[in-house]
């Protein structure tokens, strides 16, 4: 079956721009998570949805990160007035439920000029 | 705090060669650890994980992890490394407090002919 899927798969914008990044989880899966992953390190924790509702979001780094889940399935990672320290690959991943394997998308990778 | 280190930020085996990754966490309650293995361009794929039970975890790929509590380490091993085997290989534990992946920076695997 179909794997994570993410849009755009890049993304230029320039600093002070809004940007959407969007994320199709695996059909049934009803936990979903959002993490930025920097040159040379590990991905970051961001947020996790299970279902709608965001059911931890320490993760997002300012106010100006946020991200909706609105009927449980694709979810949208929102960045307002980026700065260049926002570009990294995010990556987004679902599961089935909460304690189960971690699904990836192959990422959008953000470049704010 | 809880965290995942990998010593080894780049490993060189020639081909054929047997190969072990470190992985090394602080955590205080029974972990759920995984590896993941990214190729360039490519999503992070899952290679094996262990919740409980035996503590050699087999793996897609020919991998294999083996769980050892008292060194609080999950290091990831294969007999015989490929060509294709040449990735970044991420080491990661599920919090089961709030179901966040914490992982460590990677280790990046280099195979010589």
């Known amino acids: 079956g179909a794997g994570v899927s993410q849009t755009p798969s890049n993304k230029v914008t320039e600093k002070g721009k809004y940007v959407e990044l969007r994320c199709d989880p695996i059909?049934?899966?009803?936990?979903l998570y959002w993490y930025r992953q920097s040159l040379g390190q590990g991905p970051e924790f961001l947020i996790y949805?299970?279902?709608?509702?965001?059911?931890?979001d320490s993760g997002l780094p300012n106010d100006r990160f946020f991200a909706v889940r609105p009927e449980g399935s694709v979810s949208t990672l929102k960045i307002q007035r980026t700065e260049r320290g926002d570009s990294a690959v995010y990556l987004c991943?679902?599961?089935?439920?909460?304690?189960?394997?971690?699904?990836f998308g192959p990422g959008t990778r953000l470049t704010v000029l | 705090a809880q965290s995942v280190t990998q010593p080894d930020i780049h490993i060189t085996v020639s081909e054929g060669a047997s190969l072990e990754l470190r992985c090394n966490y602080s955590?205080?309650?029974?972990?759920?650890l995984f590896w993941y293995v990214q190729s360039p361009g490519q999503g992070l794929q899952l290679l094996l994980k262990y919740f409980s039970g035996d503590t050699l975890v087999q793996g897609i790929k020919g991998f294999e992890a083996e769980f050892k509590r008292s060194q609080s380490s999950f290091n990831l091993r294969k007999p015989s490394v490929h060509w294709s085997d040449a990735a970044e290989y991420f080491c990661?534990?599920?919090?089961?407090?709030?179901?966040?992946?914490?992982w460590g920076a990677g280790t990046k695997l280099i195979i010589k002919p």
């Open positions: 955590y205080g309650a029974t972990p759920y």
């Open positions: 990661a534990v599920l919090l089961d407090s709030n179901y966040q992946l914490i």
């Open positions: 059909s049934g899966h009803t936990a």
């Open positions: 949805f299970q279902g709608t509702g965001a059911a931890d």
């Open positions: 991943a679902s599961s089935l439920t909460l304690t189960d394997t971690q699904y």
